[in-house]
């Protein structure tokens, strides 16, 4: 559903210590009838021999913590993060999802279209050892949108 829109070097990614950024553009109508999943990230070291016994032979699975910018608990926004401080109080996940067109539904049709805006995965190098990283983690921004922007921008490209 989505088209990319930026760098066409595909092989940029493998390049250890270079940012890579990419874009998209999606037409948010078409995910109306689209099913709606749950992700769960993880990173995998085939070097099983950081894992532990029980999983000899096998690779290691380590869980990519996520933090989801929009949380609101308690009426605030722990993930926000204005100050290099305020990631004191974040919170993180599990799992993400792309898009939500489920929770936004009710009897008279689909009433709001949660998607992510905005996907980053933050790896950093530990500077006490350049050969090892610390945890990544998955920053995602969700936005909403309503069905008489998405509706009138796909009707107004089909003209």
Same mark, same amino acid.
């Given at each position: 559903?989505?088209?990319?829109?930026?760098?066409?070097?595909?092989?940029?990614? #493998?390049? &250890?210590?270079?940012? &890579? @950024?990419?874009?998209?553009?999606?037409?948010?109508? !078409?995910?109306? /009838?689209?099913?709606?999943?749950?992700?769960?990230?993880?990173?995998?070291?085939?070097?099983?021999?950081?894992?532990?016994?029980?999983? /000899?032979?096998?690779?290691?699975? =380590?869980?990519?913590?996520?933090?989801? @910018?929009?949380?609101?608990?308690?009426? +605030?926004?722990?993930?926000?993060?204005?100050?290099?401080?305020?990631?004191?109080?974040?919170?993180? +996940?599990? @799992? &993400?999802?792309? &898009?939500?067109?489920? +929770?936004? @539904?009710?009897?008279?049709? !689909?009433?709001? #279209?949660? =998607?992510?805006?905005?996907?980053?995965?933050? $790896? !950093? $190098?530990?500077? /006490?050892?350049? *050969?090892?990283?610390?945890?990544? *983690?998955?920053? $995602?921004?969700?936005?909403?949108?309503?069905?008489?922007?998405?509706?009138?921008?796909?009707? +107004? *490209?089909?003209?």
């Amino acid at each position: 559903y989505c088209k990319n829109h930026g760098n066409n070097d595909r092989v940029m990614w #493998l390049n &250890f210590g270079v940012s &890579f @950024r990419d874009e998209y553009l999606c037409s948010l109508h !078409t995910l109306l /009838e689209k099913g709606m999943f749950f992700y769960d990230m993880f990173l995998v070291d085939s070097d099983n021999n950081s894992c532990g016994e029980l999983t /000899e032979g096998r690779d290691c699975l =380590y869980p990519v913590p996520v933090l989801h @910018r929009n949380l609101v608990a308690d009426g +605030s926004y722990p993930n926000a993060n204005y100050q290099p401080e305020d990631e004191i109080d974040d919170r993180y +996940s599990r @799992r &993400f999802f792309l &898009f939500d067109n489920m +929770s936004g @539904r009710s009897e008279s049709g !689909t009433n709001a #279209l949660r =998607y992510a805006k905005a996907i980053v995965l933050q $790896i !950093t $190098i530990q500077s /006490e050892n350049r *050969k090892q990283i610390y945890p990544p *983690k998955l920053i $995602i921004e969700y936005s909403d949108t309503s069905p008489e922007s998405w509706l009138h921008s796909a009707e +107004s *490209k089909s003209d």
